[in-house]
């Protein structure tokens, strides 16, 4: 929207404030601080692909105590995404911030010391409630981001997730053989605790204010940007492009008041893509955590008379096998950068399922061990493609006084598909029933696909909203 004049001088919304700002110096650091929660989210998921083989021989637990040990933390994070998201859109984004930092870091580091089975199984999901809070990170750090590169950056700055994965396989390679998985679990929470002490530098989301009426101190911060971007606001007076817009024709909008504004409020295009959204999640969320856990399964070589299994029971070769399909994480959110801006958001995700599936559709019969890796590796950088997109086209699509709760909630509905995906994997492929493992992920991509490709529309270059207008 081009800068308007008002009665009393010229005035520029926020969209053309953040645009003026460009993309400098504090965003990269608002990217890098963001990223230690996306880190600190990935170690703790990625974890679960180690202990679970280390709890089953050291406390002798059966095939479903295993499972549920992957279980609770996704049932944490399915709850825990709707509690930060409410919490960072009603007090707002560096609360939600500081809470979900303390949350995580203090379980996280107890779970290192947990006695027995049932403890480390609530520590754990405690854990995977803190992580929940994912949401906030990658909100916050959204609205600082211009329109015109939001998706690239968006999706780069959720590389960060593929970082921790890389890095969390890394330590389990240097320290489980030696020193045990409790030592794992104290350490992988290191990020968590430095997203803590660095939580002192943070500033409030100005779109968060925007939307709550408190223009000036948004104001405020956007001029601090200004000095750490070495660039400049453009003159005039910030408003909220709704109120811009009730200038321009006054009684054609009705603000909601209040930002207790709940998905009800929705339009019904919204609600529908609300609807859709939530199997977005759910199928990519069965199919990705189902992919790690494949992994490690058929590392273990439990079913030693199938040839799908990639080494006889080692563990060393585990943490190879997830260390290689870690990486392939990399080449997706690059493919995905590249494309998000040309192709645009629906098109580019309906590339990412169709690779994906392709992918994993040899594995319905045993393959080599070599074949079996590369076909892992090649269905893991497509998924994590797709993944990435949904994550920024579901913060495009909500408005600033709900996006957090909206992102929130559908992330949490996509926890049952990551609840369900170990019940599925541990006991299908444990039981040698590979083939219905693969169909059963083969199933939660076509549920994805099938959904985002009824998206009512495409969000690419579209300026946020920051209410909701009825």
Not at 201 to 220: I, N, Q
Request: contains cysteine; positive net charge.
């Amino acid at each position: 929207m081009a800068q308007q004049q008002e009665e009393d001088g010229p005035v520029y919304t926020l969209e053309e404030a953040l645009t003026s700002l460009g993309f400098g110096k504090f965003q990269y650091m608002a990217m890098c601080y963001a990223g230690l929660g996306f880190i600190a989210e990935a170690a703790e998921t990625q974890i679960l692909s180690f202990i679970g083989p280390a709890l089953r021989s050291q406390w002798e637990l059966s095939p479903t105590r295993e499972s549920l040990m992957t279980t609770v933390v996704f049932a944490g994070m399915l709850i825990g995404a709707i509690f930060w998201g409410f919490i960072s859109d009603t007090y707002g984004r560096r609360k939600g911030l500081l809470s979900v930092a303390i949350v995580i870091a203090l379980s996280a580091a107890l779970s290192g010391s947990a006695p027995n089975y049932s403890s480390l199984l609530a520590l754990r999901m405690m854990v995977g409630f803190g992580t929940g809070g994912r949401v906030v990170y990658g909100s916050w750090f959204f609205e600082f981001v211009p329109s015109q590169n939001r998706g690239v950056w968006t999706i780069i700055g959720t590389g960060f997730w593929t970082i921790g994965t890389i890095l969390e396989a890394l330590l389990a390679l240097m320290l489980m053989p030696r020193i045990g998985w409790r030592w794992l679990l104290a350490l992988s929470s290191i990020p968590s605790f430095a997203a803590l002490l660095l939580f002192v530098f943070t500033v409030e989301s100005p779109r968060y204010l925007c939307a709550v009426g408190r223009t000036r101190d948004a104001c405020d911060i956007l001029k601090k940007i200004a000095v750490v971007n070495k660039t400049q606001l453009p003159p005039g007076k910030l408003v909220s492009s709704q109120l811009t817009e009730e200038l321009l024709s006054p009684g054609k909008n009705k603000i909601s008041s209040g930002f207790s504004s709940s998905i009800m409020l929705l339009s019904p295009a919204l609600r529908r893509n609300t609807l859709l959204l939530w199997a977005v999640f759910t199928g990519n969320s069965f199919s990705y955590y189902g992919l790690i856990l494949l992994t490690s399964l058929f590392s273990s070589g439990r079913c030693q008379h199938s040839p799908i299994a990639l080494h006889t029971n080692d563990d060393q070769s585990l943490y190879i096998n997830v260390l290689i399909t870690s990486l392939a994480e990399i080449p997706g959110v690059i493919l995905s950068a590249m494309l998000v801006e040309k192709a645009g958001r629906k098109l580019t995700m309906a590339l990412m399922y169709a690779l994906y599936f392709l992918f994993l559709l040899p594995l319905l019969a045993p393959q080599l061990p070599a074949l079996t890796t590369a076909l892992l590796f090649g269905a893991r950088t497509f998924i994590m493609g797709s993944c990435v997109i949904g994550g920024v086209y579901s913060r495009e699509i909500y408005p600033t006084s709900v996006r957090a709760t909206g992102y929130g909630v559908a992330t949490s509905v996509g926890k049952i598909g990551a609840m369900i995906s170990p019940i599925v994997a541990v006991q299908l492929v444990r039981g040698c029933h590979q083939m219905a493992a693969i169909i059963s992920f083969e199933a939660g991509l076509v549920l994805s696909a099938a959904s985002a490709m009824l998206f009512s529309q495409e969000t690419k270059g579209r300026e946020l909203m920051d209410t909701l207008v009825v």
